[in-house]
């Protein structure tokens, strides 16, 4: 994951060189295939603010299915998704006021028609579309956007994240309608980030409001995976048509949708999206060659085989660059006890997780280039920074190592760590070093990583217990429960913006799984290296330039870097299979492949 993006993080933009992605010719070629994407434009007819698409003319008709991995969504409310699928759901059905051109990564408008930030950088003027409409015919207006920023997002309603990393010195932004299709927002201070968070999804008021008046009990179960589809109220271009359970979940085209083709006529031109539910990746791999699916994510050992069928199939392969999240080992770092007075996590293994020799130990006995070259067949880079690859805020300072068992070993020894004579490691007291290690059941190539894991540290003489288990299981250990020794787990992200990792890098955050907290418990037991994060990722956020904020940014992947809460594995490469008669196409290595599903169509 090293690829240069262009950003505009707040009004003065920073600036860099883009590399567009390519059509995949040779997946380790540094030749790019330039594809330049035709960024839609405002047009106004009789008086309705239409988005006007600048690709070519397509066909209407036909659908596409693309497929998840696991059980399926959980919610389709776009408020209360705590997982990635149910996020993507939802992110079809409801549209934010800006959204990021895939290319260039600069906000730009969707619901909204323009916006403008003022000099001091504190207040966000959006002029809506006049004449656009929700998928039942009513108006979309600032009363609707109003109404979700301060009674859905602002209340606490729902998963709380976008709440949470925006909250500038213990304060919250403001929203007030200024009339029909004029909101402004008003930040305590100018606050970088901010801009991004309007492409967060609004929602309809006169749909939502009767679940918000409820409260969070009726919230939490709104528009969950039993509402009728007939019920929903969207603006995305696509509406929920039908959701199967553990099968497939099926969305047809929105005929209110605000977009509009050059010939006028509205989009999108497919007549449906699916998304086949599908075990496991090889299950994927299965109905992708059945021709079941029209679209995959390649694995890395899927590649070269791929790359050699392509020139005879009805599919192009496309390279869109190092994968924007990050694959890493974590140690639970959690030394509390629960409300019954147990700890968490067994007293003789607190002490070996909260040892930072210990920690390295494990980051030196990982062999990243073998995981590499076996598990992503070498399509893939060896990690070991909390911002991914193509960060713009990667710090490069940070160098690569390669696996050291001696350099671990010296590392043990110094904590009083030991080896008997037949290589078992022990601790100063005795006790035999063993632990578990999870990850989720079915993801394959995380399956894979945890066989080798397993295999590196019992070169140190450790015993580690690899028990795969079913996702939302795994979730709980990791914010809920707590009952857990080491984990694989990834987190997507921004090479746009850190700041999306608030709740995973502030102690009190309800993702920092390595030393989770309660809500009730705040920041008790704070590290001191977690105390000085802290105070880096809320000053990286207040900062306005560019080079201010990677300083801050750069500080705290040093501290991650040298404490190891996370121990980085590698970043995949994304390689993506289309059919051919799929049109409109335009990778982007910010969006994917179909991030203009309503552009696309079947091609003669």
Known sequence: MVILLVALLFKGCLVKDVPEPKQLTNTHSNQVEQIKYPTPKNITIDGIDYLQSQAPIGKFGGELIASTIGEG????????????????????????????????????PKLAKSFSISEDGK?????????????????????????????????????????????????LPTVEKIDNYTVVFKTPKPFAPFIRMLSTSIAPKHFFMPAVKKGNTSFDSFLSTNTPPKDFVTSGAFKLKEYVPAQRVVFERNPNYYEINKNKQKLP????????IV???????????????????????????YKTLEPHSDFKLYNLGPNTGTMFLSLNLNNRKNDKGKFYVNPDKQMWFQDVNFRKAI??????????????NGIGAPLYTAESLNSIFLNTNLKPYDKDLNKAKELLKKSGFYQDKKGRLFDKHGHRVEFDLYTNAGNSEREAI????????????????????????????????????????????????????????????????????????????????????????????LATKFE????????YQEIVYN???????????????????????????????????EEIYIGD
């Open 279 to 305: 075990g496991d990746l090889n299950n994927e791999v299965l109905k992708f060659e059945a021709k079941e699916l029209d679209v995959i994510s390649l694995q890395g050992s899927k590649v070269a085989r």
């Open 450 to 541: 945890g066989v080798m894991v397993k295999q590196d540290l019992e070169d140190l003489g450790m015993k580690v217990n690899f028990k795969p288990i079913e996702f939302n299981s795994l979730v709980n250990k990791l914010v809920s429960t707590f009952d857990w020794d080491m984990v694989i787990m990834g987190l997507t992200g921004s090479p746009l913006e850190p700041n999306g990792g608030k709740n995973v890098w502030l102690s009190d955050g309800r993702l920092h799984m390595f030393n989770q907290r309660t809500p009730n418990e705040g920041k008790i037991g704070i590290l001191p290296w977690e105390k000085e994060i802290d105070y880096l990722y809320t000053q990286g956020a």
């Open 363 to 376: 980051d030196y006995a990982i062999d990243r280039k073998n995981m590499v070259l076996n598990i992503a």
């Open 73 to 108: 969504p959980k919610t389709f409310n776009p408020f209360n998704c705590k997982d990635n699928i149910s996020a993507l759901m939802a992110g079809i059905l409801y549209d934010g006021l800006l959204s990021t051109d895939p290319i260039t990564g600069q906000p730009i």
């Open 269 to 276: 031109y497919l007549d449906k999206v699916v998304y086949l």
């Open 123 to 171: 207040t966000y003027t959006i002029k809506l579309r006049k004449g656009i409409k929700w998928s039942d015919g009513k108006p979309i207006t600032a009363d609707d956007v109003v109404f979700t920023w301060n009674d859905i997002i602002f209340a606490g309603l729902g998963d709380t994240s976008t709440r949470d990393s925006i909250i500038i010195d213990d304060k």
């Open 548 to 555: 201010d904020r990677k300083k801050y940014y750069d500080k």
């Open 563 to 597: 404490e190891k809460p996370f121990i980085y594995i590698y970043s995949p490469v994304i390689i993506v299979a289309i059919r051919n008669k799929f049109k409109n196409i335009y990778p982007s290595s910010l969006s994917g492949i179909t991030h203009n599903i």
